[in-house]
């Protein structure tokens, strides 16, 4: 029995795809784009739903539009069939009035860690945003003659960040080989807030489990990731030191990330905690729970199914995933992102959580092929929330 847990780049796929089955055992399927690129996500709810309207993820997910873009000038060419963000931008232009604006949110399909989100409600700002990328851009190039950037293509499955060619874009860095792909989606606004945490907003970070071709495990223990300032609508504020009169919006209340928060322990004090211990009603989280497995059943299916080019699990393999939920004022749970072996960094001081996961998943895994039997002796916080039979044995 042969087993590897390594990162992405370092599993031998050939040779565990090679063996005889149960005689080799790897931490990864080798193409899940289907999910952990954002504009492939997009595209995996949307066929799925064209042929199941009924699923969850009508609900849970919000309709984005993806465009690719290699130069700021043509951004207009690549909105042109974005009917849903022109007509609301438009009736943004009509308005007027940043209170009753309707706010999207800007993410690079293939950025991790928060790096690249930005907020608008107008083209002017999108445009801005776009000016100001290419602008860093040529700066960047200008200063590294020798070309030595890593950029990653389509066909990467990683589901990390290269480490080197950052563009600088003020507050977290985005890198060049990024700026291509993207996404638009309408903002969730107002989100659930706390009062007794100071109203910070915040995500939840979910651990999930796929294993074989394939069962689909969420981990119950969850975390609750903060914000680093109380929540405010969104809104336009002179944020320039220098006196300039453009327009931003102050980031600080609006994104959960807590990488985001660098080293500052002030920003960082409770920004990571448990979900379960939140001062919410028990049945608010039993609900938020409940639509948590369900959907992550439903896109784990719609990604195997819909898309089998880009997800394709293996009856050798398991894979980890941390999958990222914003609940709104009305205690609808929305699906914000799936990142392949998430960082579990972001844990901080709640290394037994992870330690839990990691225990349950060798349970699951590993244990059947040791001593037999198919489902290991693994805690009940490990919820099987889909397990379908795709006839994938290699």
Known sequence: MVLQIS????????FAIS????????NSYVIRKALIRKHFLSATVETWLAKHPESVLSTHVKRSEAFELDFAEFLDDALVEA???????????????????EWWILKPSMSDRGQGIRLFSTMEQLQGIFDEWEEGMSDMEGDDEDGDGREIGDDDESGGGATDGHLGDGDGHIMASHLRHFVVQPYIDPPLLLPELDSRKFHIRVYVLAVGSMRVFVYRDMLALFSAKPYQAPRLTDCNSDGNDDAVVDLDAHLTNTCLQGNDIAAKAGSVRRFWELPLPQETRDKVFEQICAVTGDVFEAAARGMMVHFQPLECAFDVYGLDFLVDAQGTAWLLEVNAFPDFKQTGDLQDLVAGFWQDTLHITVAPLVGGGRGGDASDRMVLVRDIDLGRRS
């Open 19 to 26: 063996r005889a089955p149960g005689t080799a055992l790897i």
């Open 7 to 14: 990162p992405y780049e370092s599993i031998d796929f050939d």
């Open 83 to 101: 009917w849903d963000l022109r007509a609301s931008l438009g009736r943004n232009e009509a308005r007027g009035d940043s209170e009753r604006m």
